[in-house]
């Protein structure tokens, strides 16, 4: 579950991810009222397995049961915020009704390495990369977006408005404020690669600064949830 907000004096609408479907939005009848079984099952960031009824504008949750919580590790606010954040970004990446079972995967798996965590918000390059591969958005980490040529130890630049990283002969003017170094653009394909073939889970400082300013420049906005990771991961 992605999330949920009120609907009239009694109802929910809950915003889901599903593998069949992707993202839909579904009503859960008198989920609001002191009584109802079915908010309990309907936990914040877990997953379930529902019964979808097709309704005029939205679809009524009829059955909902829980297949895997993660709550007691999401009490603690800095695992919260984090996963808050990454259920956010997916929120704003995804359209309704696009089945990415790939999307589904990893934010399940996020969500459950969060929980596990005991710093959360260095969870954040390595998801928000992972992301940006999945859906196809993410630079290239190998080559200059601008020439082709390969970095090899002379790092590079990052370059929003050209969608990627930049050489030096390209993109040097920019300044050090954009430049990442050999071992930061080895950190930066690290961090998206999958598991299993030389990635990484924990980025540099400039490659965590990239991988938020790619989110940002790709949505054309900065996820709410974000500010709250950083101000209680200081």
């Not at 589904?104 to 390059?125: I, K, N």
């Amino acid at each position: 579950m992605l999330r949920a907000r009120p609907l009239g004096e009694a109802d929910r609408v809950y915003t889901l991810l599903t593998r069949e479907r992707g993202k839909v939005d579904a009503v859960a009848k008198g989920a609001r009222r002191p009584r109802s079984s079915m908010a309990g099952r309907l936990e914040p960031l877990a997953e379930v397995r529902v019964a979808l009824h097709k309704g005029r504008s939205l679809d009524v949750i009829t059955e909902a049961r829980t297949i895997k919580s993660y709550w007691n590790g999401l009490v603690r606010p800095d695992a919260l915020a984090t996963a808050s954040l990454f259920a956010e970004t997916v929120d704003m990446f995804c359209e309704p009704d696009l089945a990415l079972p790939e999307i589904y995967a990893l934010l399940a798996g996020a969500v459950g390495a969060v929980a596990s965590s005991e710093s959360p918000a260095g969870l954040v390059p390595r998801f928000q990369l992972r992301l940006l591969n999945a859906l196809g958005l993410a630079p290239a980490g190998d080559a200059c977006v601008h020439c082709g040529d390969a970095f090899g130890d002379h790092g590079a630049w990052l370059d929003l408005e050209a969608g990627g990283l930049g050489c030096g002969r390209c993109c040097g003017a920019r300044g050090d404020a954009h430049a990442l170094g050999a071992a930061d653009v080895a950190n930066f394909r690290a961090l998206g690669a999958e598991r299993g073939s030389g990635a990484a889970l924990l980025a540099t400082q400039r490659v965590a600064r990239a991988a938020d300013d790619i989110i940002t420049w790709q949505l054309g906005r900065r996820p709410k949830a974000r500010a709250l990771v950083y101000e209680l991961s200081l």
